[in-house]
């Protein structure tokens, strides 16, 4: 019996290095592997032949271990694993396809900025079309990777091509708002647009959409990270440079659109490729920063309700709001990606919908303000797509608290939760282009 | 009789609901209990249940809960949920449709539809 208990744990220690499969998921395999070897045992086999035939009856773990991986995509990025069955393994020129591309970006941004002659001059183009020399070349950089065929090639394609004749061919008037708002929307826009290749065109599938949400949160850290890291390689490099004499004014200019816009290719790279990596450190970011932005909202929610709003809510905090609710909205999204949907609600779950309840309470607060001032000065450009904007995300607040509350008091799944994130995305693209499309001639162009 | 690997996977979902709609259950004795349906023709391999009741779970068809039996070890209980039955109910006339189907170009065979209650 000493021998059987030892060769279960051998095979359980065997068995939990797969990626894939996490602890319960071992112990129900074990519970099943007990059984099967106790019925052999009874019809008498001896005590290695029941452990054997019970094991080759679980199953090859490699197939194993894909199957689970195929169920739990959250867990582990399917496209990783699966890749060894259904395509050819990856060759070592993968980075160098990585630098072709953030190069050719940074090239592009690089001739844009001298043709602009920025930073002397500011032209608005530049700063309307700045998504445009970039995210295109991430957009190609994954249908290459995800080898596209011709047809999803023109409709990854076909989003920049349209949007890059739109913005430029628009008449914007001097010192118009419509311009800098397209400015604003057109990466949100671009962004979305990559999707469709990262997805490799399957835009309908909720996993693929949740694949995505992950992949923007991770693709984001990444990007901070690599930004630190090269301000701080900047300033170092100046002041090595400043004793020699040799002049430095030039180096952030060269060197920070550039590598802005490689970090891009980069950071996708990144997390395509070291994902183990971030899949420890993005649920601990989460975790550390949604409890402290839900005590900063709550607070924010009551001392607001309290005050009232009088005069507080001008043009530059209502922007300010926005911006928080979309952080709010985004570390939502994101702690949803991360999260094991098949555990019950925990303590996480309640804080979020604390952050929820409190982001949908200033948002009611900051639309009445923002329609009372409509009704008082009228619509322009900028009130429109900030009453947009807060209309957008306060259906999703709505919908998140509400399905947050049945989930926590076990009424439904999280999985409803998820499935109305993700249905709700193609409602921020379409809300994002119909601003820089749209907004642009209905307010003729100022 | 070998039965094809194809037609396992797609039996495998409507098999499994239909055995927790006879009550709740787990990994090890549904094995079993579609081993004794099947006669043992129908070979599954075992870890692969495991994925598909997670998937049921993810679809929202069953609920789980670990308990611990008086006698044995801590183990999750499969529980069919009301969207289960009707996932189960929608199986059971797509099957139906199929055997139908067969019968009718089988002439004779009597088979598939007495098997599932339906001639």
């Not at chain 1, 602009?116 to 070349?137: D, G, I, K, Q």
């Not at chain 2, 797509?94 to 004779?108: C, E, I, Y």
Request: glycine share 6%; net charge negative; proline share 5%.
């Amino acid at each position: 019996m000493e021998s059987a208990e030892s060769q279960i744990a051998e095979w359980r220690a065997y068995v939990a290095t797969a990626p894939g499969l996490n602890g319960h998921d071992v112990d129900e395999l074990e519970d099943h592997l007990r059984h099967q070897i106790a019925d052999l045992n009874a019809v008498g086999l001896t005590a290695d032949e029941a452990f054997l035939v019970a094991v080759k009856r679980m199953g090859e773990l490699d197939s194993l271990s894909r199957e689970f991986a195929r169920e739990h995509s959250g867990r582990l990025w399917k496209q990783l694993i699966l890749r060894d069955e259904d395509e050819p393994a990856r060759k070592s020129s993968d980075w160098f396809e990585t630098l072709v591309f953030a190069v050719a970006a940074a090239v592009v941004v690089q001739i844009a900025r001298l043709a602009a002659h920025f930073p002397e001059e500011e032209p608005t183009w530049l700063a309307r079309n700045s998504s445009m020399f970039v995210l295109p070349f991430l957009a190609g950089y994954f249908a290459r990777r995800r080898q596209l065929d011709a047809r999803r090639l023109l409709l990854t394609a076909a989003p920049f091509v349209l949007a890059a004749l739109m913005v430029n061919l628009y008449p914007y008037r001097e010192d118009s708002a419509t311009d800098v708002l397209v400015a604003l929307h057109l990466p949100v826009v671009l962004w979305f647009a990559v999707a469709y290749p990262y997805m490799g065109g399957t835009v309908g599938s909720h996993e693929r959409r949740m694949d995505f949400v992950r992949f923007t949160g991770e693709w984001f850290i990444y990007y901070v990270l690599i930004a630190l890291g090269g301000a701080v390689l900047t300033a170092l490099t100046a002041l090595i440079l400043e004793p020699t004499g040799i002049d430095v004014e030039w180096l952030p200019e060269w060197v920070l659109p550039s590598g802005a816009a490689g970090a891009v290719i980069v950071a996708a790279w990144l997390v395509e490729w070291k994902q183990r990596v971030v899949e420890n450190m993005a649920p601990v970011l989460t975790m550390l920063f949604t409890p402290l932005f839900a005590v900063m909202l709550a607070g924010a929610a009551v001392v607001y309700a309290v005050t009232g709003l009088g005069g507080a809510f001008d043009r530059e905090l209502l922007s300010v709001f926005d911006a928080l609710l979309l952080v709010v909205l985004a570390l939502v999204l994101y702690g949803m990606s991360a999260r094991d949907p098949s555990t019950s609600p925990d303590w996480m779950d309640r804080i979020q919908l604390v952050a929820v309840v409190s982001a949908l309470v200033l948002d009611v607060m900051v639309l009445g303000a923002m329609i009372a001032r409509i009704g008082e000065l009228g619509f322009t450009p900028n009130r429109t797509a900030a009453l947009g904007l807060n209309l957008v995300l306060l259906v999703n607040l709505a919908g998140a608290a509400w399905l947050a509350a049945r989930f926590l008091t076990r009424r439904s799944r999280l999985h409803r939760l998820e499935r109305w994130q993700t249905t709700y995305l193609p409602v921020f693209a379409l809300w994002a282009c119909s601003v820089v499309l749209m907004l642009p001639p209905l307010f003729a162009f100022t | 009789m070998r039965i094809d690997k194809d037609l396992v996977a797609a039996s495998a979902t409507p098999l499994v609901l239909a055995i927790l709609a006879e009550g709740e259950s787990y990994g090890y004795a549904i094995l079993k209990r579609v081993r004794a349906l099947s006669g043992g023709e129908l070979e599954w391999t075992d870890g692969m249940l495991y994925p598909l009741l997670h998937r049921l779970r993810r679809h929202g068809y069953v609920t789980t809960d670990w308990r611990t039996p008086p006698e044995g070890r801590r183990r999750q209980y499969y529980m069919l949920t009301d969207e289960g039955r009707r996932a189960l109910a929608d199986q059971q006339r797509q099957w139906v449709t199929v055997t139908r189907a067969l019968n009718d170009v089988w002439p004779g065979s009597g088979g598939p539809l007495t098997a599932l209650g339906e001639a």
